[in-house]
């Protein structure tokens, strides 16, 4: 949308009266109403509010094209929130010159350790576990141990001193340590090739060519970058060919979402069937990748019955698409096709991450409304609580959001490249540094795998819906506050009677299992029960049996039992081997009847004729 089309929408909007008090001791003129004879002088112009909302939104949405959408003034606030209040605590600043003391005298006797012992001295530092930067035995010699000791004894004191000031705010802090991690790992000596062993290590076996394939792969990359093209190797996981295979048909279509049925897989099939609703902040074939892993193939050679819903990518024409438009184009109506195909049968429902978010709604508000049709709820890396949202909540504040926003306003949508840049910085030793260190100045290529193209086949978010999760969830915290409103009333998930199947990863750092396992305190229903699995928030969740080093833990907590908190919960649930997908397809068996015909693909008779093949249009969508 053109600024002048939105310069036109809003010189039409009234503006909502200030109705904040006017402060003690400030003269104000009385207030007149139109009808009591406001002097048109006296009102404000439509007009000029436009612009200045335009000027002000223009001005945001520039600067995030600079700052990969972070507000500068919510970074700003943070760090003088931070710098305030440690220039009011010298006791702190006291113990922080104390702790570089002592810090560097553990330098300097492991220096001595190593210079008595060759290099053999216990490190004075250990990173953290997750931290891999230093594992190689390189490290360990000299000068590179000294070099990468020194480093992280410097990033422990930056930690330090951004934490534990008494006053600050807890997002702030948060805000400046992250920061501040963001900075020192920028100059990590494994970045940099004179203070990385490994990388003088493979410059001299190769004679340099490492260097010279290195700035090949960056000009390859930066070329697929300009032009909009997806990385190096994604051709070779074509949806349709090579990805998303699984047979089935496009039952229904509306302008948000494509409902795919997907053919039998066994001569008897459960009656109950499965309706899954992917998150719009991907494409839905993270669920139906390579047949290996495919977990709508799973399903379907486990004997059910599985529909799929497929969003469409919006465009700047779907800029005022709202969360309600999601629920009620996406779930209830894809939730109507199911009943028209299999009639008389309620439906086990299957919600991944933002779209379990969505599903929790549309049970919540089904609930209330008294509809019964849902058999199970199975909810995958879903958060319905946002308040220990992880990482992820830095970027939630009143400044942030309106920069956001106004970002979002100018182009209609939050772009692919800008959602990705979010999630990169929150692992960026691992999606960021890493890759430049390994394909820039190593020169290799790690070889593309079917999860690593889906992740780059992104998709957009329209500008209302966005700025509504954002705020009325993440903000806001309405749906597990009960102050969500659906159809213009609240919503409670206390009001939810069907079980419900909760799935956890343990390193999730878009939905934190301690957060997605707060679904006990909002559900009121006869029994939750919580799987932990190993593993992230994609390959935690795309868990095919037979794949190597997979885990989980499982406990079913039934209404009449109390409540036990996720530290306690961890240490009682057995941890077992293997893959989590027997175990949800014997919850589902369980709360299923008998195996029967299967149903005919569409139900022509009721307008959900089948139109044409799996995996459908909205998917091919760029």
Request: net charge neutral; hydrophobic share 40%.
């Amino acid at each position: 949308m053109t600024n002048a089309t939105n310069i036109r929408s809003l010189a039409v909007a009234r503006r909502r009266p200030d109705q904040s008090p006017q402060p003690t001791g400030f003269s104000r003129e009385p207030e007149r109403s139109p009808a009591a004879g406001a002097r048109p002088h006296e009102r404000d112009s439509y007009a000029v509010t436009a612009l200045a909302d335009i000027i002000d939104r223009s001005l945001n949405a520039t600067v995030a094209r600079f700052s990969a959408g972070l507000s500068p003034a919510a970074l700003a606030e943070a760090y003088l929130d931070w710098a305030t209040h440690l220039a009011f605590a010298p006791g702190k600043r006291l113990q922080l010159v104390d702790k570089a003391a002592r810090k560097s005298a553990r330098f300097v006797n492991y220096a001595r350790r190593c210079a008595l012992h060759g290099g053999d001295a216990e490190c004075c530092i250990e990173p953290l576990p997750q931290d891999r930067r230093f594992a190689a035995e390189a490290w360990h010699k000299w000068p590179f141990n000294l070099i990468h000791q020194a480093f992280l004894l410097n990033q422990q004191w930056w930690h330090n001193a951004t934490t534990g000031v008494r006053g600050v705010t807890k997002q702030h802090e948060a805000i400046v340590e992250f920061a501040s991690r963001q900075i020192l790992d920028m100059f990590s000596p494994s970045n940099f090739l004179l203070t990385n062993p490994e990388l003088i290590g493979q410059t001299a076996r190769k004679g340099g060519a490492n260097l010279v394939s290195g700035f090949q792969n960056l000009m390859e990359d930066w070329e697929r970058a300009i032009s909009g093209r997806k990385p190096v190797g994604t051709e070779q996981f074509q949806v349709g060919r090579d990805v998303a295979v699984t047979p089935g048909k496009v039952v229904y279509q509306n302008r948000l979402i494509e409902l795919i049925q997907y053919a039998p897989a066994t001569g008897k099939v459960r009656p109950e069937p499965v309706l899954i609703v992917p998150a719009w902040i991907m494409k839905y074939y993270i669920l139906d990748l390579s047949p290996r892993n495919s977990l709508v193939r799973y399903l379907t050679e486990q004997g059910f019955t599985v529909f799929m819903i497929s969003w469409k990518n919006p465009t700047p024409d779907d800029r005022d698409l709202g969360m309600e438009d999601y629920r009620r184009l996406g779930v209830m109506d894809a939730l109507d096709a199911v009943n028209a195909i299999i009639p008389d049968r309620k439906v086990h429902a299957v919600g991944y991450c933002l779209g379990g978010t969505l599903l929790s709604i549309a049970a919540a508000a089904m609930a209330r409304d008294s509809d019964e049709r849902l058999q199970s709820i199975t909810l995958l890396a879903a958060q319905t609580d946002f308040t220990e949202a992880g990482e992820l909540m830095l970027f939630i504040n009143e400044s942030q959001l309106a920069f956001l926003e106004d970002m979002m306003w100018e182009q209609g949508f939050l772009d692919t490249k800008q959602m990705a840049g979010a999630f990169q910085m929150l692992r960026s030793n691992d999606l960021v540094w890493s890759y430049m260190v390994r394909n820039y100045l190593m020169g290799e290529r790690q070889p593309m795998i079917d999860l690593m193209a889906w992740n780059a086949d992104a998709t957009r978010m329209p500008y209302r819906m966005h700025s509504e999760y954002l705020r009325r969830l993440f903000l806001n915290n309405e749906l597990a506050e009960g102050r969500y409103l659906v159809d213009g009333r609240p919503v409670a998930l206390t009001d939810i009677r069907a079980p419900i199947f909760a799935v956890g990863t343990e390193r999730d750092h878009v939905a934190p299992w301690r957060s997605t396992y707060k679904i006990h305190l909002l559900a009121d229903t006869d029994e939750v029960t919580y799987l932990l699995t190993s593993g992230g928030h994609n390959a935690g969740i795309v868990s095919e049996p037979g794949r190597d080093g997979r885990s989980y833990r499982v406990m079913t907590k039934r209404a009449a039992e109390r409540y036990v908190d996720p530290d306690t919960w961890l240490g009682q649930a057995r941890q077992q081997a293997g893959s989590w997908w027997p175990e949800w397809i014997a919850w589902l068996n369980a709360r299923s009847g008998a195996p029967a015909d299967p149903p005919a693909i569409g139900a022509g008779e009721h307008g959900y004729a089948a139109v044409r093949d799996a995996p459908g249009e909205y998917v091919l969508q760029q």
